[in-house]
Nanobody
Framework: HLQLVESGGGLVQPGGSLRLTCAAS????????TAWFRQAPGKEREGVSC????????NYADSVKGRFTVSLDNAKRTLYLQMNSLKPEDTGHYYC????????????????????WGQGTQVTVSS
């Protein structure tokens, strides 16, 4: 059974940090493009960051550049998203995804090209 499971979300004050984890089971992430998306209430899903299938290309949405860092540990079948200097506008449900996709401009992606999705983890940034 192919599955992605996210964890690490929670409530954090503005300026704080969280690290999201996405663990794959039933398959390896090696050879897939991987990505993080988020969706706030009443808003469209938006791409946050992606790593190409080769691991050589990483892209971030402008809104998170310099604050978020994505990484992939193929041996552990785990994708990470380190989020620093969090802002209230970062609040949303965060999803990881994997698929035979091109990691180019993640902010232009609605995620349709990704085949596998986790159930998401909630991130709330509030004082």
């Amino acid at each position: 059974h192919l599955q992605l499971v996210e964890s690490g979300g929670g409530l954090v004050q503005p300026g704080g940090s969280l690290r999201l984890t996405c663990a794959a089971s039933g398959f390896s992430l090696d050879g897939y493009a991987t990505a993080w998306f988020r969706q706030a209430p009443g808003k469209e899903r938006e791409g946050v960051s992606c790593i190409s299938n080769s691991g050589n290309s990483i892209n971030y949405a402008d809104s998170v550049k310099g604050r978020f860092t994505v990484s992939l540990d193929n041996a552990k079948r785990t994708l990470y998203l380190q989020m620093n200097s969090l802002k209230p506008e970062d609040t949303g449900h965060y999803y990881c995804a994997a698929g035979a996709a091109w990691c180019t401009v993640i902010s232009d992606s609605n995620g349709d090209e990704y085949d596998y999705w986790g159930q998401g983890t909630q991130v709330t940034v509030s004082s």
